[in-house]
């Protein structure tokens, strides 16, 4: 009997089944649902909430891990994992210049900017 030879042999076993899709292995989601779960937070990562995309990338994260398992899932994960990379530098990069510039690069018009003014001028800071 050929062991090197047999497809049913574990080592072949092993090289065609990638494993599981999601960080809970065999407790998480099976294929299926994995990609109708991926699918619904990347598009609704669009709709302002990229949080999503975080979770998405964290939960599929064997995905990321693995190039060339899961191809129907992939494209979800990687374009989760772009956006909330292109969400985080813009996010970053509005705070960074309100933190670093502030006053000496907005000039007067900072006054009008800032939030910790905003009840002195609707009036909310006396209990008349």
Known sequence: ????????????????????????????????????????????????????????????????????????LRPYVVGSAAGFTVFTILLSSWALTFIIGGKHLFGHVWDELVMYNVADKLGLTGWS
């Open 1 to 72: 009997m050929e062991t090197g030879n047999n497809p049913n042999s574990s080592s072949a076993t092993a090289m065609s089944n990638p494993g599981w899709p999601t960080i809970d292995g065999p407790l998480g989601l099976s294929e299926e649902e994995s990609v109708a779960y991926a699918r619904r937070f990347f598009r609704f990562g669009f709709c302002l909430l990229p949080w999503l995309w975080a979770l998405n990338c964290f939960y599929f994260w064997p995905v990321l891990l693995r190039s060339r398992s899961f191809p129907r």
